[in-house]
């Protein structure tokens, strides 16, 4: 019972920290201002779980595939819960570290995701999302005590210098000091073109303050209709216009904003295992390559993305969704927009009210931008190894028929032998066939014509059984 308590635990560090990488420095903002100062509460991040990785909690004790799967889903919803009460927070944290008054003299810092804007009749819309936060000190021997709870089979010590600054740098970003009630404000400024899919914006330079304030975990989000400025209507221009948004009050929080057309194609992509080397599945080698190894882009793929950007039509928007903490994805984004085209981005939100919102924050973020571009056709991008992309991608195709351009899954458990864990391929049950395909490397996707529809490479098999199934690297079994 200890050994598999043990391995639970360290399961669900895995899927935790898998998806998560260090904390990067943003440039300074060119104009800053005072924040209000409230009493700030300091939390440890809230753990993401990504729930492909439920199979594992029982693994070797069910019979057969199928009750293994359902039983562990039942785990899981006991298991995280008592781990979410495991972690410390507030004057816990505070104990923990022996954080006393020296915090108030801290900077504040902004986490600002790269938002998407939508053009309504009263302007653009845009979403400003984000988190206000102070970093507190803690010494590099307790840094290194706390990074190794999340290394299997290492230490700190035994990684080398670049695995060690990136583990210390990641468990900084993890015990973050929320900054409840701030206000925040924006300063908008047009962007120089950058990439073959945007245009360079005619104006738009302006300030803006968010009505709310942030929350009790200094979490921010709120649409926002921008003044024109020059900027043009999002139903005359056929071009996605970018605006850089500067966070005032703060040496951090830079951001690029991208109003998208009324019409055209958004590419919504998962990031590990499709975009980036993760190997999520392999909670040993999820936490290394994500804690303590650069990261790696999967194949070519930055090459079918860089040609989708080159040859498409100019409203072509590519929006990268991922489930990772909101304190975690700096990193994230500097690896997008130095491998893919740029894009707006999509987080796991730090502050949460329920256990059932955390498990299905994908599908909520992808409703949201579903519902907020309605006349847009959606191009979705994941692999099979991620259980709810699996469950949540023909959900969305079976809801909005008519958005749902293409729907693009890496066959994981085919391309990776270490990959054993069956997908489910249920939920595409009544969707028209040509309309999503498994794919098994990069190069399948090349030469599809996705604006007439085209999302079927006829040379790669299929076999979809709208059940249980797993297709080995060496052939379908």
């Known amino acids: 019972m200890a050994h598999t308590k043990t391995s639970q635990r360290w399961l669900l560090l895995g899927a ?9 420095t943003s440039e300074p903002t060119p104009i800053p201002a005072n924040l209000d100062a409230w009493p700030s509460v300091i939390t440890r991040a809230a753990t993401p779980f990504d729930s492909r990785h439920g199979y ?30 495991k ?11 022996g954080i006393g008054d020296e915090l108030a003299a801290k900077p504040i810092e902004v986490l600002n995701i790269p938002p998407y804007a939508n053009w309504t009749d009263r302007g653009w819309n845009v979403r400003f999302r984000g988190n206000v936060h102070k970093f507190p000190d803690i010494s590099q021997e307790k840094i290194d005590d706390l990074a190794n709870d999340f290394l299997i089979g290492t230490e700190v010590s035994k990684l080398d210098a670049e695995g060690q600054a990136q583990a210390r740098n ?26 073959d899919n945007t245009n360079t914006a005619s104006g738009g330079s302006q300030s803006v303050k968010l009505l709310g304030q942030t929350t009790f975990l200094g979490d921010y989000e709120e649409f926002v209709t921008i003044s024109q400025n020059g900027l043009l209507p999002g139903n005359e221009t056929h071009g996605v216009q970018r605006l ?25 992509s998962d990031i590990d295992d499709i975009l980036r080397v993760t190997k999520i599945y392999i909670p040993k080698e999820g936490l290394l390559n994500s804690f303590a190894r650069p990261f790696r882009q999967w194949e070519n793929m930055p090459e079918i993305y860089a040609n989708w950007s080159r040859t498409l039509p100019n409203n072509t928007h590519f929006h990268y969704l991922t489930t990772t903490i909101e304190q975690a994805t700096r990193n994230y984004m500097d690896f997008i927009y130095k491998t893919y085209p740029g894009g707006s981005f999509d987080t796991r939100p730090l502050d949460f009210s329920d256990l059932s919102n955390t498990l299905h924050i994908r599908k909520h973020l992808l409703t949201r931008v579903f519902q907020t571009f309605p006349r847009r056709k959606f191009v979705l991008v994941g692999d099979t190894s991620n259980s709810d992309v699996m469950k949540a991608y023909p959900q969305l195709a079976h809801d909005y028929p008519d958005q749902v351009q293409c729907i693009f899954l890496r066959n994981t458990s085919a391309t990776d032998s270490q990959m054993w864990f069956p997908y489910d391929t249920k939920h595409f049950k009544g969707l028209d066939s040509k309309r999503y395909m498994f794919f098994r490397e990069p190069n399948d996707l090349a030469g599809l014509d996705i604006v007439n529809g085209q999302c079927l490479n006829e040379t790669i098999p299929q076999n979809v059984t709208f059940n249980m199934q797993h297709d080995s690297a060496g052939g379908k079994r």
């Open 16 to 24: 935790t920290l898998s998806v998560v990488s260090a904390l990067a």
């Open 56 to 85: 594992l909690l029982k693994k070797n004790i069910m019979d057969d595939i199928k009750s293994r799967i359902h039983g562990a889903v039942h785990s899981l919803d006991k298991d995280i819960t008592g781990w979410f009460d």
């Open 87 to 97: 972690i410390p927070l507030g004057t816990g944290v505070l104990s923990k570290l």
């Open 170 to 195: 990641l468990t900084r970003s993890i015990y973050v000091v929320g900054q409840p009630r701030q206000n925040v404000s924006m300063t908008l400024e047009p962007v120089s073109m950058q990439g």
């Open 244 to 268: 850089n948004v500067y966070a005032n009050g703060t040496l951090s929080g830079n951001a690029t904003a991208f109003l998208v057309p009324t019409e055209g194609i958004t590419f919504i």
